[in-house]
């Protein structure tokens, strides 16, 4: 009885390692076939595809398209600055889409060594050390108080239409000034190389950009300020002052 018993627990042994054998060649089977071998990015600006893929498909399991679904619709998901949210659709085992909400960026402030971005509404969406590209930099802004997610405490909240036009009409023409500046008494300037643009208190900005778009070729290699605080399609004067 003993050598019959131990035969057929041998057997139950035998058994379960097959079994379990066949379960992990379905598993790796499994894996392969949901593999990703390509991914489409769709709605990204700030980042490339490339960039996007390497945050969200890594090595191991993170490159089995199941997986990723289940982490992007039932798991937590990891912070990436300037990104709101992400999702992923599985088009095919071997293929994803990968659609990319980023945060609403109008421009950026230096505090404490750190870019402060914020939206159309003066709200703080990123603190970060890294630099976009295509961002315009605001200077002479005065602000009491600077939290994440919360409103840059100004003097004058109308700044923020004011920031919001001027970046429209930049990306209008197709301008990126290396900075753009408020005066004191709330005089706009823009510094485009060695050139630092004097547009006044924001009269007329769409026929002065405009006009700047043009000029600008002609003062690639031009130092000092360009005054169009008085520019107008009727009133053409335009000077350059020669920086001293």
């Known amino acids: 009885m003993r050598y019959h018993e131990k035969k057929k627990g041998f057997k139950k042994v035998i058994l379960a390692i097959a079994v379990l054998a066949v379960v992990a060649?379905?598993?790796?089977?499994?894996?392969?076939?949901?593999?990703?071998?390509?991914?489409t990015v769709i709605g990204n600006e700030y980042y490339?595809?490339?960039?996007?893929?390497?945050f969200v498909i890594q090595d191991g399991y993170k490159r089995n398209s199941l997986y990723l679904y289940f982490q992007y619709?039932?798991?937590?998901?990891?912070?990436?600055?300037?990104?709101?949210?992400?999702?992923?659709?599985i088009d095919s085992p071997s293929s994803v889409t990968i659609r990319v909400y980023e945060k609403s960026i109008v421009a950026y402030v230096r505090y404490l060594g750190k870019n402060v971005y914020f939206d159309k509404d003066g709200v703080v969406v990123e603190i970060s050390e890294e630099e976009m590209e295509n961002v315009p930099l605001i200077s002479g802004l005065s602000f009491q108080e600077l939290t994440l997610?919360?409103?840059?405490?100004?003097?004058?909240e109308s700044i923020f239409d004011t920031i919001l036009d001027v970046t429209q009409l930049l990306s209008k023409y197709d301008l990126s000034p290396d900075e753009i500046r408020f005066g004191s008494a709330g005089e706009l300037y823009f510094q485009m190389g060695g050139v630092r643009v004097a547009l006044?208190?924001?009269?007329?900005?769409?026929?002065?950009?405009a006009r700047l778009k043009q000029l600008e070729?002609?003062?690639a290699d031009k130092t000092g300020t360009l005054h169009m605080e008085n520019y107008t399609d009727e009133s053409t004067h335009i000077s350059l002052e020669a920086a001293k």
Do not use: C, W
Not at 48 to 54: F, H, M, P, S
Not at 149 to 156: A, G, M, N, P, W
């Open 25 to 39: 060649v379905l598993l790796l089977s499994v894996a392969g076939f949901f593999q990703i071998r390509q991914v």
């Open 48 to 54: 490339t595809k490339e960039q996007i893929a390497d």
């Open 73 to 89: 619709h039932y798991m937590e998901q990891p912070e990436i600055p300037f990104i709101d949210t992400m999702e992923v659709t």
């Open 149 to 156: 997610y919360q409103t840059l405490r100004v003097e004058d």
């Open 200 to 209: 006044g208190e924001g009269d007329n900005l769409d026929e002065k950009v």
């Open 217 to 219: 070729p002609d003062l």
